[in-house]
């Protein structure tokens, strides 16, 4: 008998492909989704007019965290929940083509950008041979971070809506949402 014991007939329609198996699995779990969707009829504007700028931490369920609705919101998400350039474009295209008015930013407890340093992209060009074009924007202060994005958001010329601009910690462990204020 090999170490490796076959899966169970119950589980192989689940991973129709062991060779792909994560993305196979997705797969499987969108036909079942499509097979129970009716068309919302929804226009693309989100109705809160809402923005949510968030870490792209796997413990973070925006839409539950928040109570928001399939259509309420952008979401929009990278490491760290850090205002780049290419936040702010999709910031600009969500205010100025899509109707947003509203901006909420979300860092978070455990984000792993805690333990990084720009080390990391120096270590990446002696591996690679090439220096990223990006900074990987790591923070040792998350109130900090949160005020730096903030202020980015509101100084951006590119936004037509700077007034409702907040930040906050999310706490992985108590899901709770902590306020962080801007520079006075
Ligand atoms: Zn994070």
Avoid at 7 to 24: K, M, W
Avoid at 64 to 76: K, N, Q, R, V
Avoid at 86 to 99: E, F, P
Wanted: charged share 25%.
């Amino acid at each position: 008998m090999s170490t490796s014991a076959p899966l169970p007939p119950e589980s192989t329609d689940l991973v129709p492909d062991a060779g792909d198996s994560v993305t196979s699995r997705l797969i499987e779990a969108n036909r079942s989704y499509a097979a129970g969707f009716t068309d919302p009829g929804m226009d693309a504007r989100p109705v809160l007019k809402v923005a949510v700028v968030s870490c792209m931490d796997a413990r973070i369920d925006l839409h539950a965290a928040l109570g928001l609705e399939l259509g309420d919101c952008h979401t929009i998400r990278n490491a760290g929940g850090v205002v780049t350039d290419d936040i702010i474009r999709s910031l600009t295209i969500s205010q100025r083509a899509l109707g947003t008015r509203s901006v909420v930013l979300i860092h978070h407890t455990g984000c792993g950008l805690l333990n990084l340093t720009e080390d990391f992209r120096h270590e990446l060009e002696l591996e690679v041979g090439q220096r990223p074009s990006w900074a990987v924007e790591a923070f040792h202060d998350l109130d900090q971070d949160v005020r730096q994005s903030i202020e980015r958001v509101r100084t951006s010329p590119f936004l037509l809506h700077t007034d409702d601009v907040r930040g906050f910690v999310f706490d992985v462990s108590t899901g709770l949402l902590r306020e962080v204020q801007p520079r006075g």
